[in-house]
């Protein structure tokens, strides 16, 4: 299968989209000249290491998670270790337990399966991969784990689901299937996404987990805004209930011109606020 059948898609110099599976995430090879680093290995539904050897012919690889979701973590067991934040151990282990059940389309015959070994990261670590950095920022709130990437040479920021477009949602149930919500609260995602805009400076683009182009970092300023309005209840949400796929839990979703976020009233403010 070419590239391990995975569609790779040059968006910048040296960063390559790897577009598979309808569901699954977006991943990125970022090549410096020592070594390449995998942004999220998707649903494992190809052959990752092959399409890295077609990236970069003879390169070392590094391979990190955005966080624990199952369509970011599924190939990891292609690989002998991952680095995630210690935050989204739990969330890659339910990931792995999950894959069991997973239909039978999606198991790519034919590639050596791992134990693989979890190795932390965290806020400020960097990953040097010659001529091209990458700094971890932890940023929780699509999942207590999240972090995103800052590429500064190429003022991109990797954020994960952090920001992601309408199709999508920031802030969402940690397992839709489960109707398992998110413990992260719309507070704590709120400073992460300021967090990430006191750095706007250094970065101009941001690409996130489901949208394989490059959305423009206004996108933090308009989710911060609707962060806000849910925080001081001028938000007009609505119901989502009625379609099925969000069963009888009762959850709300907030929607602008270019995203969405869903939420539960529990896990609004954090834990412990008195207000
Ligand atoms: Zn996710």
């Not at 920022?137 to 990437?149: D, K």
């Not at 920001?163 to 992260?184: P, Q």
């Not at 704590?188 to 805009?197: G, H, P, V």
Request: charged share 25%; aromatic share 10%.
């Amino acid at each position: 299968m070419k590239n391990g059948g995975y569609k790779l898609k040059e968006l910048g110099k040296d960063i390559t989209l790897l577009y598979g599976f309808a569901e699954e995430c977006c991943m990125y090879a970022l090549k410096g000249r020592d070594k390449v680093l995998l942004v999220d290995t998707g649903m494992g539904t190809g052959d990752l290491k092959k399409a890295l050897g077609a990236i970069a012919p003879g390169l070392p690889y590094v391979v990190v998670n955005t966080h624990g979701h199952a369509d970011h973590c599924g190939g990891n067991s292609q690989f002998r270790q991952i680095y995630l934040h210690p935050g989204s151990y739990a969330d890659a282990d339910r990931a792995e337990e999950g894959k069991k059940t997973l239909p039978a389309e999606i198991e790519v015959e034919g590639i050596s399966k791992y134990e693989w070994k979890k190795l932390p990261v965290k806020e400020g670590d960097i990953f040097d991969l010659g001529g091209k950095t990458l700094e971890v920022i932890e940023t929780p709130g699509h999942t207590p784990g999240c972090i995103s990437l800052l590429d500064r040479e190429d003022r991109i920021i990797f954020g994960g689901d952090l920001v992601v477009s309408k199709d999508h949602c920031t802030h969402m149930l940690a397992y839709v299937e489960w109707f398992r919500f998110s413990t992260v609260s719309i507070e704590t995602l709120l400073r992460s996404l300021e967090k990430i805009a006191a750095r706007a400076d250094e970065f101009d683009f941001i690409l996130g987990g489901h949208d394989a182009f490059l959305l423009d970092k206004r996108y933090l300023y308009q989710i911060m805004d609707m962060c806000r309005s849910i925080l001081d209840g001028s938000a007009e949400p609505f119901h989502p209930q009625l379609d099925p796929h969000y069963g009888s839990i009762i959850c709300w979703k907030l929607e602008s011109a270019d995203t969405a976020i869903l939420y539960h009233d529990e896990i609004i403010f954090d834990r412990g606020a008195t207000e």
